[in-house]
């Protein structure tokens, strides 16, 4: 692989108006790292991510301040992977904070050039936060850190190595369903939204696990 190569993102659109999807259509063709893979209003959006799986999910609608924050949370449920831009017209309705807690990564209103969303949604995509304005999230409630079963710390040591379901399950000789099971707790118990932030704290754990001669089982936030 070319190591000079752009990483594509690609990017779904909640947005229900035509002629809205096609400008988005082309506004992104002129972008390099950027591609709109569809879009579909927030009825219909949920079923199509669930199979697209995009990197970027745009939020036109709705507008509505509680009915976009239910959708967001539904968002996070179906494909919690992908990172949220909330593109709406008045911005300032929303709880931002709020919206940031449930994924959200991006904000920003309507009105504003083509090439202001864009940038956003660049910047979204190389793992930052966009606000127009600064965001003051409160703080968050202490909470006791997970504790991993050894099998489910089986499991994150050879996430960590790179090892697909599969390749999990052969090493441990269990079955693939067995590895999704115990991947699930593990999300559930840790509150990583991914295997990459999975692992960005399964390093944290073995390496105190090096040093702690009671092997603690904990895995940090």
């Known amino acids: 692989m070319n190591p000079l190569a752009v990483r594509l993102s690609t990017v779904f659109a909640c947005e229900s108006q035509p002629i809205v999807i096609e400008g988005l ?30 990197h970027l999910v745009l939020v036109g609608s709705p507008e509505e301040p509680e009915l976009l924050l239910a959708f967001l949370e539904r968002l996070r449920e179906t494909c919690p992977e992908a990172k949220p831009v909330l593109w ?33 949604l660049s910047s979204v995509a190389r793992g930052e936060i966009w606000t127009e304005q600064p965001v003051r999230l409160p703080p968050p409630a202490p909470r006791p850190s997970p504790r991993l079963t050894p099998r489910e710390r089986d ?27 115990h991947l699930m707790h593990i999300f559930e118990k840790t509150g990583a939204r991914n295997r990459y932030e999975l692992a960005v704290g399964a390093r944290r754990l073995v390496e105190g696990e090096r ?3 009671a092997g603690g089982d904990a895995l940090p936030r």
């Not at 709406?88 to 920003?108: T, Y």
Request: one cysteine or more; hydrophobic letters at 45%; glycine letters at 8%.
């Open 88 to 120: 709406i017209r008045q911005p300032e309705r929303i709880d931002q904070g709020r919206a940031l807690q449930l994924g959200v990564r991006g904000i920003l209103r309507r009105t504003l050039p083509a090439g202001v969303l864009l940038d956003c």
């Open 155 to 181: 499991v994150v040591r050879l996430l960590c190595r790179g090892m697909k379901n599969k390749q999990i399950a052969e090493a441990l000789a269990i079955a693939p369903g067995t590895v999704k099971v």
């Open 25 to 54: 259509r082309l506004a992104l063709e002129a972008c390099s790292d950027l591609l709109l893979v569809g879009a579909d209003p927030p009825e219909r959006a949920l079923a199509a991510l669930a199979q697209v799986r995009p």
């Open 211 to 213: 040093n702690d001669p």
